[in-house]
């Protein structure tokens, strides 16, 4: 059922009665070409394209609870290419090519905003640091621009210009940059992969692997074995969990990250805002609320809740680079599981067992990523070789030393 | 979440940076494949869902690192000891 | 709470007269204190201790807000901060505040209020057209149009969307308001001051525990206000009154009103915020205007209370339509009498408690609709002394009045309809325990049939936590002051001693309404519910939209709260969401509870961004590092640089000079040329001592430390396990068991927690001891050809200087006229260069006594730009280069790694990756033509090739106009490294619109042999 002004119309004439399912669940057969376990951003989208791009469709997405409500729906809805590595670089800049037409691709608005990023720089060096990222990002294909405080002062005269303890001296900013409706993203590629013939299994979690002669032949479930050839796992911050039931080890910790929203008020702010002297970052969502995020709380979690100091460093972060908003209040906090790697980069690769497929690691990173990852994942799981633009997203990298540092961090998950 | 030091009490989080999970041994540099098992153990984790022996380190307090066991589901403190002289639960 | 509003209250101008629905007596307001407020530009009256809606509804004032979609006239619902409705905004300009719930404002003199999210004004919004529009507009329209063409998204929809969504409009000034913060650690938490929360302080502050006593209303006593209740022979409020009167006497007993606790986190740690003010702050009151309170108790007694639920019936959301529970509050608690004809509409018990309140406040019952077919006797008796029509198994169908409730349809059992004329319909669709705050560390509310409602399965004990009173479903007032007595027993563990008089025993009887049904009455005169029939007012949720979600495959009840915004409002669903839940149970035909619960999430209620911040604000976002010589720095002009926490002078402006490249390149000059001094104070300097100190810093450092004599400083570089460099420094050492370290300003922390950690997790076998002596030595630099003639006048009574004495890299400890000093002959510059390092205390005077000894060769104070001039010059690394990505081998350490013993981070170092040849190394760049500048962070390409990632070679990385060469320099990292050196590349930087041809060069532009550091 086609979605249009016209089927909306038309629909309203028979009082919204006929619309078809968005969000089909079905029940599980018993062997299928290709499963993923995993009803986030990702693991839908992967589903999709196995189906759209690589014509799999006897496929199932596993999801435990209900699809869309992890991180895909937990996150700060930023999407952006920003990157100063190229293996990122070339990726998250696909991705945003993939945004930029998705509503029309899968037929669903996703409220692909393209408001701009603006990354807030605060010293000489700093300055330079994103000039160096900005010339790669043009190198990677990405826009980027490098603004001067006057022109900063001239798009967002709210910030603070006059008593900041680290004064703005510019900013780097990527047009292309924006936010995207995260639910939607979620609902979309769900029932887009319904009519392609995905099976969407809501309330079936995997409880572990059938392993014959170290091959994966399929995966028990709560709702009994189904069988496949090809398993891929794209779970987020369970990714350990799964490893674990699969007999090997990941270069991953599970860490929490907060998220925030403010009540709605009239357009404040216009585009995404990064502060550059701290942890924060923040947009307005279209319902009128502030959606902001900062650091990691630091510590090992899967309990998708945070602590008060990450709570006041972000507050605080935010009040630093524009004050006005002391007078607007904080609605909701939450907290969402990060599967943050060990050089700071996903990994998208065969695991150490024959017929399982890993995409995890994502850090922050994975919402912005989603139609890159479900591209890239499908056409590994699908060709059993890696796609184009994740070439370096390798489990062996580790082991080789081609990690993927963006921020230098080295081995320590809670820095990157 | 607090956690409590065995030097300085009962502390909010605040005052501690996480190392996150101890790997094993720190392996010995000389074995034959020493460079496998280094990899294995700056960069694999078992990460588990519920207790987690981790490393901690009490920087705005005592500058001491810690051994603490912790669950991550609940984050309940289950144990803290000294790095130095502490045994590996936390004890 | 006590009015504390900044302005004198004006003489009683307002009186009661003005406020026409104010009652003649009665009621928790001062009436001697008659306050004048602004509403949309009206001057109305009130008293203090009036909420902004009581007072708008003393006044009269029943259209208050526009709703969210639809912009469809509201009035003011609740009594609390579950309000869904009536949202304001408060304040003028930097004042302004939006989103204000006025149910749960404290009214203050001079409050200016404004309705907001209407245009041009209240009484006639055009907004309002969405509500002719809305069959167009069901949940989730957007996602389904809104796609053609693509660039109308963010240039055309969006916008207009974005306009006409958000409540009121926030200030773009900065938030003229201080906030404090404050810490508790109690040995008891009550949260909730109603009838359990009163009778637990009692019974445990008499037992002398330390408790913090909180409510987020203005007013303590919680429902003990709001109701004719009896305790004993004592109406319930004036019990309340004599509970507060007493705890105020305990010393160990602390009452904080207008003190929500809106958070519950691990650690029995609880977030909770008390406003301090109503009114604007003048700057002389140097007050604050609301606090944070972080509390750590070894014990909490949640006695929340309950919320009232609406009900689900066409047009339930006009003006004057209001929880039975409200009704009764705006009576006995503010003396305010909310409608002159009433109804009520209920399906419990306890809203028939609302019709003798109605009575003695003088307003007219004229029905009592009750959905339920049958009803005790004893709940009927309470409307026996009315003329009211009781209607039971009746349902209201309709409602008219469009500013302004007027008349309401009533089908009875058998399906017949009677209108009646009132303006207030007060509806009860049971309660909700208060339990958000209870779920924020993941506990699962459970369904309680009893109660129709959900509770928390038990207390937490785990946590130290009980949950008492209404908020545990103990709903009728003897019940929850038991409960309250018994919690508080538990926490003393002693047996409760304070002896309950006799109360009422309200009834709590309930057949839930949760939805009406699609055909109302018995007989074929079924009939339905007509209009727009609001589960979530603020948000404008039908039940048809959940219907459309249900249809539409949104099952699970969070994607229905997402898909149709169900419960994600200001009020966070408290008055909607299970009535919303119940319909999708149903649709799913699944017990309650099943899938959906009210988990809350923090805050429990909104708090201002500008309270959490608190105190970290402005120039105290963070704290601010300064060196012993800072005015000494300031004095000479110095431009500061923030170097993390620490201001760095960057460059001294000297008279006559009128851009920072002449200070900076007359400072460079005068190194080369003469003498300068810089503060280095900033570095990190680490004391290591004990039996195996050199032990230690060999297994962390690359190089060989062991091998350092007494009195001599080394270079070193120390990686991270994973074998890329993690930091640079010296090692001085100072006998056989003491080092010196240094490391880079940035790394100053870092370095010693890394330490601490090889020390304490790896070898806590060595005898060695260490701390970071950084912030107690200030030290500074002495450099260029007649540094030692400047040093010699400073130290050399105490310290021989000579060549044989104190050659390059030598150290010593000695005391300069008595102070303990430490002299390094080490140099960053290239030039015969010293550093003195003296207790921080006498930094300054050090400092100026160099400036004033070196007069005599000009000596010059430089910046941390010079000293990047002089290192670019010199090929050394700095910040730009260890970013963490690069390897010892990357930057010319490579001969430095030691192959006779095992150090951190030396296995790693030798994976494929970090030993590739071709990896970008450390070389130095300068233009092919003189003139050209060129900036850090331009990229590397071939010349002639495209500008794509594949063809980049490298960066570079630190860029300085070099006086010594004559031109523009760099260093840089390209791949292939010095085998470049003679080739000419593109460094390409577009973000600055540059593109310059550059030649690699050595890294060294000035002496490779290192002679001057000798000369």
Known sequence: MKYSLFSLAANTLTKHKNWKPALVDAHPKAKYDAIVIGGGGHGLATAYYLAREFGLTNVAVLEKGAIGLGNVGRNTTIVRSNYLLPQNGVFYQHALSQWETLEKELNYNVMVSQRGVVNLFHSDAQRDAFARRGNAMRLSGADAELLGRDKVQKMMPFLDFDNARFPIMGALLQKTGGTVRHDAVAWGYARAASELGVDIIQN????????????????????????????????????????????????????????????????????????????????????????????????????????????????????????????????????????????????????????????????????????????????????????????????????????????????????? | MRINCPYCGNRDVAEFSSMGEEPAKRPDPQQADAQTAFVDYVYLRNNPAGPNKELWYHGQGCRQWLRVNRNTLSHKILGVSLAAGGDQNGK | MANNSTLTPKPAQSTVASQPNRLAKGGQIERSLPLSFEFDGQQLGAFSGDSLASALLANDIKLVARSFKYHRPRGIFSAGSEEPNALMTLGKGKYREPNCKATSVELYEGMAARTQNAWPSIGFDVGALASAFSPFLPAGFYYKTFMWPSAFWERIYEPIIRQAAGLGSASTLPDPDQYDVQHEFCDLLIVGSGPAGLAAAIEAGRAGLRIMLCDEDFAMGGRLSSEKLHI????????????????????????????????????????????????????????????????????????????????????????????ASAVRTYINRFAVAPGKRAAIFTCCDDGWRTINDLKAAGVEVVAVIDSRETVKNEVLALGANSSAKVMLGATVIGTKGWKGLRQISVSDQQGDVSKFEVDLLAVSGGWNPNIALATHLGGKPIWCEEISSFKMASDDRVENVQIVGAAAGQYSLGAALNGGLKAASLVTGIKAKFVLPKTDDECFGITPLWVLPKSVGKNSKGQKSRGKAFVDLQNDVTNTDIDLAWREGFKNPEHIKRYTTMGMGTDQGRTGTVNGLAQIAEANNEPM????????????????????????????????????????????????????????????????????????????????????????????????????????????????????AVNKVRYGVMLREDGFVMDDGTAARFGQNHFVISTTTANAGKIMQHLYYCHQVLWPELDVQMISVTEQWAQYAIAGPNSAKAMKLLVGDYLDLSDEA????????????????????????????????????????????????????????????????????????????????????????????????????????????????????????????????????????????????????????????????????????????????????RAYDPVRNKDTLVEIVSPVFIDPKGARLRA
């Open chain 1, 204 to 416: 079936c979690e995997v409880t572990g692997f059938e392993i014959s002669n170290g091959r994966a032949t399929g995966v028990q479930t709560t709702r009994g074995t189904i069988l496949s050839e090809k398993i891929g796992i794209s779970v987020a911050g369970n990714s350990s969990m799964l490893a674990q039931m699969g007999g090997f080890r990941l270069p991953i910790e599970s860490h929490l990250l907060q998220a925030f929203v403010t009540e709605a008020v009239k357009p404040l702010i216009p585009n995404v805002i990064t502060f550059g002297a701290g942890h924060f970052y923040v947009s307005q969502s279209d319902k009128g609320g502030l959606v902001f995020g900062g650091d990691l709380d630091g510590y090992n979690s899967y309990a998708q809740r945070g602590g008060i100091y990450t709570l006041r460093d972000v507050v605080e972060s935010g009040m630093a680079i524009m004050p006005m908003i002391g007078r607007i209040k904080l609605l909701r906090s939450w907290g969402g599981t990060v599967d943050m790697s060990m050089d700071g980069s996903p990994i998208i690769d065969r695991a150490p067992v024959e017929g399982i497929f890993v995409n995890a690691g994502w850090c922050y990173g994975g919402f912005k990523a989603t139609p890159a990852a479900g591209l890239s994942f499908a056409h590994l799981i699908a060709r059993d070789e890696p796609h184009k633009i994740a070439k370096a997203y390798t489990l062996n990298r580790f082991a080789s030393g081609h990690i993927i540092d963006e921020k230098g961090q080295g081995a320590q998950p809670n820095l990157h």
């Open chain 3, 232 to 323: 004993g022979d004592q109406n319930c409020a004036e019990w309340a009154n004599s509970c507060l009167a007493e705890l105020a006497s305990m010393p160990n007993v602390r009452i904080c009103a207008s003190t929500a606790i809106v958070g519950r986190y691990d650690g029995c740690t609880y977030l909770g915020v008390q406003k301090l003010s109503g009114g604007p702050l003048s700057k002389a009151q140097q007050t604050y205007a609301e606090k944070l309170w972080i509390i750590v108790p070894a014990q909490v007694i949640m006695s929340t209370g309950a919320t009232e639920r609406s009900l689900v019936f066409g047009g339930n959301d006009r003006p004057g339509i209001m929880l």
């Open chain 3, 593 to 708: 509870g099943l899938t959906g619960n009210i988990t809350g999430r923090p805050p429990y209620v909104p708090v201002r961004l500008g309270t959490i911040a608190g105190l970290h604000r402005g120039k105290y976002f963070r704290p601010t590092r300064r060196t012993s010589a800072h005015e000494a720095a300031t004095e000479l002009d110095a431009h500061f640089v923030e170097t993390g926490e620490w201001l760095r002078p960057q460059w001294y402006t000297k008279a006559g000079e009128t851009n920072w490249l002449q200070s900076v390149t007359r400072e460079a000059e005068a190194v080369r040329k003469s003498v300068g001094v810089c503060d280095v104070s900033t570095l990190g300097k680490i004391d290591v001592q004990g039996s195996d100190a050199a032990e230690f810093l060999n297994r962390v450092y690359i190089n060989n430390m062991a091998g350092v």
């Open chain 3, 806 to 985: 104190f050659g390059f890299m030598a150290c010593a400890e000695f005391s300069l006229d008595g102070i303990p000093a430490r002299a390094f002959r080490v140099s960053f510059s290239g030039e015969r260069a010293y550093e003195i390092a003296v207790p921080a205390q006498y930094g300054q005077s050090i400092f100026n006594q160099l400036l004033s000894l070196g007069k005599e060769w000009d000596i010059t104070p430089y910046g941390t730009d010079a000293l990047a001039v002089l290192r670019i010059e010199k090929g050394h690394v700095s910040g730009p280069e260890l970013v963490g990505q690069t390897t010892a081998k990357d930057l010319g350490f490579g001969g430095m790694m030691s192959k006779k013993k095992d150090f951190i981070g030396r296995v790693l170092a030798g994976r494929a990756a970090l030993i590739e040849p071709d990896r970008p190394s450390l070389v130095g760049v300068r233009p092919v033509l003189k003139d050209d500048r060129f900036s850090s962070g331009a990229q590397f390409l071939p010349v002639g090739s495209s500008p794509v990632a594949d063809n980049c070679l490298g960066y570079i990385s630190s860029v300085a106009y070099s006086p010594h060469v004559g031109s523009w320099i760099g260093l840089g990292l390209i791949a292939g490294g010095s085998e470049r050196i003679g080739e000419k590349v």
